[in-house]
């Protein structure tokens, strides 16, 4: 298998460092052995001379034994030789087969410590570690360890991206039968056959769409289902995951500002402000270490820090959080039922709403307290009416069970619907599972779909994000892109369009230069189809421009009418008058050309400067064709044509010529 010989010199590179540290503590430890052996040579001398006299009498005894016994045995011998040949070659085997045994439990044992560092991993450096134990694993042939390497070769994880590589080690995973390099191969339905997640999206995206496959709602709703029923049990286990999405298009020109990520010089300025005292600064810290967001690492330690320092300045929020912290139990706040009731009973004395709903989990689960229902919704509908979506959902699930109230169809959507409103995750399952049943309101295969799609899309594998967005940071183009390319085929919207952004930068190197334009297309297209307005006027862009297909005024006109009825886009405003204003693929309308101009710097304050210089071009224009250029008293006069005079952008010349003058009369007004 070619991919292994790669995956040894994989292996050789990253362990280099944890030999030199193994071969320095074989060192220290044959030193410390030779210490403690050493004995004074007066005590060894006279112990060898009696040794060595014991040893002369032994010999000669058993040299009389040995002619005797080897007598005896020589019968034996020749009787057993055939039988003896039979056991060696039994011998033999069983050897090999306890050989490839240990070397695959051997395997086995260095792939789950690998996937115990990555789970536990705070930094690149432990994850890195992880990686040597998957690429030792691999050498030895587990399968699971192989799929690891082949995910960081064509991902480009730790800079060991070589795509060839990754595609042949994914092809030999798929003949034995690993249903993840199936899904990685495009074998989305044996992978998905197979059991895995991503494949189930990615046939649930196709069939929602109708990409390479008729349209099927239904079908859809089977694949997005199964993935759902896996997300909603991991979020009720309190394993739900953050997910931040970059938009690459939002701020291309300065990607460290994303609202996003955290800037480091800008987290260090709020350590320091936490350390001076404010409380709000505090509790965000806590919040953001408690949960791993911003690209900032899971830490209890520090959440706990920050909230006790909060809850000390008396925060009902970081009470009603440590409260959190030890309902569910971490490394810094073990589990503790009494605890969890004391800090949840401070916050929610102070009218606190996470307080509050803490309270009600606890007489709900009879947690440290006798289950009582009637206490749990007392507590749930206080904190939901002071809008605290996850107390809307316990409402909701309330009436959705039955438990402690009558059964309320009504009310459980209701409850769902307004958690769902501030994107509660187990809302949005349940009002998804209601609306795919028709069990409270008219069953709807698309409205289900589309909230299934929403939970899926918060599995474990939304890590890549982040992944994706640093190594597009760090210049690393060709890493980010395929792992953007697998997210956009599993349907994530973003994932689409940021692709998209990538390939139409052309600094690729994967993919050849005339196929960049067309491929972009075709995402912005997907993207614009789940509702991104940006994506929609790019589509108009590519049509106006002819970038990846011909030419087309009409099809941009009515992709840019799109943006700006449906999603009131002040861009897509500007280019569609510009259209009207000189008849390009539409007719002629200087009146709606002015009227979307106007609208267009209503909508955003960032058009008001374009929308100026245009709306000057346009009247400047319009006083000429009337005044200048038109003679009513003869036919001799023509109007001229500026195409053919000053070029096919003779608009952007006047535009320039009104700045000039501007800019003239504005210095003499000064002067």
Not at 187 to 196: D, I, K, L, P, V
Not at 222 to 232: E, G
Request: net charge positive.
């Amino acid at each position: 298998m070619k991919p292994l010989s790669l995956l040894i010199e994989i292996l050789i590179i990253l362990g280099v460092t944890v030999k030199n540290i193994e071969a320095e503590k074989y060192n220290k430890g044959q030193k410390q052995r030779n210490i403690t052996t050493q004995v004074p040579m007066n005590e060894i001398k006279p112990f060898l001379s009696h040794k060595l006299e014991r040893k002369k009498l032994s010999k000669i005894t058993s040299r009389r034994e040995y002619i005797l016994e080897k007598k005896k045995n020589q019968h034996k011998i020749r009787i057993k030789g055939i039988q003896n040949k039979d056991l060696l070659k039994k011998n033999k085997n069983q050897i090999r087969n306890q050989a490839k045994d240990n070397i695959t439990d051997e395997g086995d044992e260095l792939f789950k410590m690998g996937i115990k560092i990555l789970q536990q991993s705070k930094s690149q450096k432990q994850k890195a570690e992880a990686y040597i134990l998957f690429a030792k694993a691999a050498d030895m042939g587990n399968l699971k360890a192989m799929e690891k390497m082949a995910d960081a070769l064509l991902f480009g994880n730790f800079g060991m991206q070589n795509i060839t590589a990754a595609i042949q080690l994914y092809e030999s995973l798929a003949k034995e039968g690993s249903y993840k390099a199936q899904n990685a191969l495009i074998y989305y339905t044996f992978g998905s056959a197979g059991g895995s997640m991503m494949s189930q999206m990615i046939l649930g995206y196709r069939y929602l769409s109708g990409i390479n496959v008729l349209q099927n709602c239904e079908v859809a709703l089977n694949h997005y289902k199964k993935v759902a029923d896996y997300i909603a049990d991991k979020l009720e286990k309190n394993e739900g995951i953050p997910v931040e999405k970059v938009r690459l298009t939002e701020r291309p020109e300065n990607l460290s500002s994303n609202s996003e990520i955290l800037d480091w010089d800008i987290y260090q300025y709020y350590k320091l402000l936490a350390e001076r005292g404010d409380v709000q600064i505090q509790v965000s810290l806590g919040q953001l270490h408690l949960i791993g967001r911003k690209g900032l690492d899971q830490d209890y330690y520090k959440a706990l820090y920050y909230f006790l320092k909060a809850a000390k300045a008396g925060s009902a929020n970081a009470m009603a959080f440590i409260g959190k912290m030890y309902l569910e139990g971490n490394a810094a706040a073990p589990q503790n039922n009494a605890t969890a009731f004391k800090y949840f009973a401070m916050a929610a004395s102070k009218g606190n709403a996470i307080g509050l709903h803490g309270l009600g989990l606890l007489y709900f689960y009879g947690k440290g307290v006798p289950v009582n229902y009637a206490e749990a919704l007392k507590y749930f509908q206080k904190a939901a009416e002071k809008g605290w979506p996850n107390a809307q959902f316990q409402l909701g699930f309330m009436y959705y069970s039955g438990s402690g109230v009558w059964k309320d169809y009504k009310l459980a959507f209701k409850y769902f619907y307004l958690a769902s409103q501030s994107g509660q995750p187990l809302a949005i399952y349940y009002l998804a599972e209601m609306y795919a049943t028709g069990t409270g309101v008219l069953r709807s295969c698309r409205t289900a779909v589309e909230l299934y799609k929403g939970v899926c899309e918060l599995g474990h594998w939304a890590e890549t994000f982040l992944t994706a967005y640093f190594a597009y940071k760090d210049g690393d183009i060709d890493s980010s892109l395929v792992q953007y390319a697998l997210l956009a085929e599993m349907g994530y919207e973003v994932a689409q369009s940021n692709s998209a952004f990538i390939l139409e930068s052309k600094k690729a190197k994967i993919l050849e230069k005339e196929k960049m334009y067309p491929m972009a297309l075709l995402l912005w297209n997907r993207a614009a189809i789940q509702g991104n307005a940006f994506a929609r006027v790019k589509i108009g862009d590519y049509h106006y421009y002819g970038y990846g297909t011909k030419k087309d005024y009409q099809t941009a006109a009515t992709h840019y009418s799109i943006a700006a009825d449906k999603y009131h886009s002040a861009q897509a405003m500007f280019n569609l008058a510009y259209m009207y204003e000189h008849g390009l693929g539409i007719t002629k309308d200087i009146h709606l050309a002015r009227r979307l101009y106007d609208m267009a710097a209503e909508t955003s304050p960032d058009a008001h400067i374009p929308v100026f210089f245009a709306l000057m071009k346009l009247e400047t224009m319009h006083f000429l064709r009337d005044i200048l250029f038109f003679n009513q008293f003869t036919m001799k006069w023509k109007w001229m044509k500026l195409d053919n005079t000053l070029g096919p952008y003779w608009d952007f010349f006047v535009i320039g010529l009104i700045i000039a003058m501007l800019i003239f009369l504005l210095r003499n007004h000064h002067q």
